[in-house]
């Protein structure tokens, strides 16, 4: 089975300071992992995907995440928070193979203050 | 490629009424998924089809619920009998080779209120 934990709910920066969105997964195969962001009234867009290559993931808009295996993480982060940013933020886990269903963390709501 | 396409953006229903949805997929992708989206929550695994056949379903998809993919291109997801629980987004998402089958593209979804 798999599973995604995000470990805030909600995270308050200012604008100019880093973001670090946390993030766990569990996985019995080995996985994909994505970050996914939702503004207001707007589709889901894919910020940066992990697929067995290079740990350090670089995406969209400055955003990176790092895979560790051994603490089962994938953790967002970008060096200098804009206030464009704030938005909903998933992290995502699904199978390499098969259906390639999704399974979604319960977001983390960023704010960015000015 | 305009992208994943849902029709309508936004419905409201009567309790006990049926409602259908739409999804257009990318044109080339052959997989196609549909997800429940609660306030507050992550987006739920509703069905998935690969092509016209529906090869996996949750057991969130209760009896009243059906997804069909007729040609292998749309989707339509119904509901009927409404509750005021099937009040959610429900989007939709698509892959194919071309872009990896292990990412989804999403349409905007169809925000549901049964009153």
């Known amino acids: 089975a798999q599973s995604v934990t995000q470990l805030d709910s909600h995270v308050s920066v200012s604008e100019g300071t880093p973001v670090l969105l946390r993030c766990n997964y569990s996985?019995?195969?080995?996985?994909?992992l994505f970050w996914y962001v939702q503004h207001p009234n707007k589709g889901l867009q894919l910020l940066l995907k992990?697929?067995?290559?290079?740990?350090l993931v670089k995406g969209i808009n400055g955003f990176e995440a790092e895979f560790k295996k051994s603490e089962t993480s994938f953790h967002l982060t970008k060096p200098s928070a804009h206030m464009s940013d704030a938005a909903e933020y998933f992290c995502v886990v699904s199978q390499a193979s098969g259906t390639y269903k999704y399974i979604f963390g319960t977001g983390t709501r960023l704010k960015v203050l000015a | 490629d305009t992208g994943v396409s849902q029709d309508p953006r936004h419905k409201i229903t009567k309790r006990g009424q049926n409602v259908t949805f739409r999804c257009d997929p990318i044109?080339?992708?052959?997989?196609l998924y549909w997800y429940r989206q609660t306030l507050g929550q992550g987006p739920e695994f509703l069905t998935y089809f690969q092509n016209e056949a529906q090869l996996e379903k949750s057991r969130l998809l209760s009896d009243r619920f059906s997804a069909e993919r007729p040609k292998g291109s749309f989707s339509t997801l119904e509901i009927q009998r409404t509750e005021q629980g099937d009040s959610a987004m429900y989007l939709c998402?698509?892959?194919?080779?071309?872009?990896?089958?292990?990412?989804?593209?999403f349409g905007p979804g169809t925000r549901l209120t049964v009153l």
């Open positions: 996985s019995s195969y080995s996985p994909s």
């Open positions: 992990y697929t067995s290559a290079a740990t």
């Open positions: 044109s080339e992708h052959n997989r």
């Open positions: 998402a698509s892959s194919g080779r071309t872009s990896g089958y292990n990412e989804q593209f």
